[in-house]
């Protein structure tokens, strides 16, 4: 085994083929699969997928802790919430246990693309499921195929975690009962023209807001938030429309485990944006990314960790979660998963 010859340090986050990747077709009610080397989907020109949009994916990362393991974080959590996105779209659900399984498998399979320990590179893992027969007729395709493929990415931030700027956009992503709990590549389709249009205008993410009452934090297209208020306790926003993100989860169980932090998981309304001392956005690609401040209508609202850096609580829990991950903190029990 050797690792490939790629310039970890430099990569960004695009698609790298590697060597294998993960298959299983739903048909008659099972699931078959394995490794293959083919990165072609082959489908009909009616499948489900192409018509209806029938999907959903998880995102997750491989990486080298400092004692040179090759490790996963908390696949376990992927599995359910894939289990939860299949239920709501009327999907086959692949059973947790094999999920796992199969991350582990193509993993291992690719493990010579597992960027080394320090290089800040990681093997961002992509399992996904779409409907693959012909469906014309509205209704739940009857066939399936389940893949995950791996691709190595860069470090998110090269050169520090600078703070970022965000708006808070008047478009929605997800309606009170509707998707926006659940990882269904509709929520990102519809996202698309609003960040092309935050970014034209100089903003780094869209805020979304409830759209009931325009006056609670949701969260951003692809990441959750995460406040600390003047006191030093973490305040992470609850509504039944924000995705259930790992880290963010994660994050609250360092809080209060590993710093002794208070944290409240409440509503959190725009006009208590200002009270709050520290905001970032959480999810597997970022760990936290710092905002700096918000733009609300022509009101500007700038946290007093400023534009130069992470706010020290965030920087704290930032700390903790990658040193538990990197395997230089001890880990709670079985968010560790070790791949060989
Ligand atoms: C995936 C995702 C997140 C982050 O979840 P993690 O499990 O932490 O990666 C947050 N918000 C949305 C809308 C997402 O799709």
Redesign the pocket.
């Known amino acids: 085994m050797a690792k490939k010859n790629i310039d970890w340090g430099s990569i960004g986050f695009s698609y790298i083929p590697t060597d294998k990747r993960y298959v299983a077709n739903f048909k008659d009610g099972k699931w078959e699969g394995g490794l293959t080397s083919d990165p072609n989907v082959v489908i009909n020109e009616c499948a489900g997928v192409l018509q209806y949009s029938q999907s959903c994916f998880?995102?997750?990362k491989a990486y080298t802790t400092e004692d040179g393991r090759t490790v996963c974080f908390r696949p376990d959590?992927?599995a359910a919430?894939m289990k939860s996105s299949c239920e709501r779209l009327k999907m086959p659900v692949f059973p947790e246990d094999k999920f796992v399984e199969a991350v582990k498998e193509v993993v291992k399979a690719n493990i010579d693309y597992v960027p080394p320990y320090g290089s800040g590179a990681t093997l961002y893992i992509r399992p996904y499921m779409f409907g693959s027969n012909p469906v014309i007729g509205v209704k739940p395709a009857d066939e399936y195929q389940f893949r995950i493929f791996v691709t190595p990415v860069g470090p998110y931030f090269k050169g520090g975690a600078k703070p970022i700027t965000i708006r808070v956009t008047d478009l929605d992503?997800?309606a009170p009962r509707g998707t926006?709990h659940i990882?269904a590549g509709l929520?990102?389709a519809m996202s698309l023209y609003n960040i092309v249009d935050a970014h034209e205008n100089g903003f780094d993410e869209n805020l979304y807001v409830d759209p009931a009452t325009r006056t609670k934090v949701e969260?951003?297209?692809?990441?959750?938030c995460i406040f600390v208020d003047k006191n030093g306790t973490v305040v992470v926003p609850k509504s039944p429309s924000?995705?259930?993100?790992?880290?963010?989860?994660?994050l609250v169980t360092v809080a209060k485990d590993y710093l002794g932090l208070n944290v409240e998981e409440r509503e959190v309304y725009l006009s208590e944006l200002s009270d709050f001392a520290e905001m970032g956005l959480?999810?597997?690609?970022a760990v936290i990314s710092p905002i700096g401040k918000v733009y609300d209508h022509g009101k500007e609202i700038c946290f007093p960790s400023g534009m130069d850096e992470m706010g020290p609580t965030i920087k704290k829990l930032y700390d903790t979660l990658t040193g538990i991950q990197m395997g230089r903190i001890e880990a709670p029990e079985g968010w560790i998963v070790e791949i060989k």
């Open positions: 998880e995102g997750l959590l992927n919430r992503r997800a926006g990882k929520n990102y969260e951003t297209g692809g990441a959750n924000i995705l259930p993100s790992i880290t963010r989860r994660s959480c999810g597997t690609a």
